[in-house]
């Protein structure tokens, strides 16, 4: 079974910055697609960012030039940075692994964390 576990959530103030982590555990064999979503109060569902397996990103409009997606190679692990945060980015923030193969699963699941709170606040 995989696990995600975000972490780095919090309170900034409007201008602040702040950085997410997600790091996947579990027997994983390939992993098509990680990124973030997000889902402020009454509101759907966000794509925030994503990157592929190749190394290419992509981002919502709403945060494009203001964050970041990054991994790090050494483990399966990835990161937003989010800079000049401002009020509508709060939301929980969760992180997924999209395609993956296991080595009890041969066919591609999708795995999500339990999020994270960012709060962007005066």
């Known amino acids: 079974q995989v696990q995600l576990v975000e972490s780095g959530g919090g309170l900034v103030q409007p201008g602040g910055s702040l950085t997410l982590s997600c790091e996947a555990s579990?027997?994983?064999?390939?992993?098509?697609?990680m990124g973030w979503y997000r889902q402020a109060p009454g509101e759907d569902r966000e794509s925030v960012a994503r990157i592929s397996r190749s190394g290419s990103t992509n981002y919502a409009d709403s945060v494009k030039g203001r964050f970041t997606i990054s991994r790090d190679n050494s483990k399966i692990k990835i990161y937003l940075q989010m800079n000049n945060l401002k009020p509508e980015d709060t939301a929980v923030y969760y992180c997924?692994?999209?395609?993956?193969?296991?080595?009890?699963?041969?066919?591609?699941?999708?795995?999500w964390g339990q999020g994270t709170q960012v709060t962007v606040s005066s």
């Open positions: 579990g027997r994983i064999e390939s992993i098509t697609v």
């Open positions: 997924y692994a999209s395609g993956v193969r296991t080595v009890t699963s041969m066919m591609f699941n999708d795995f």
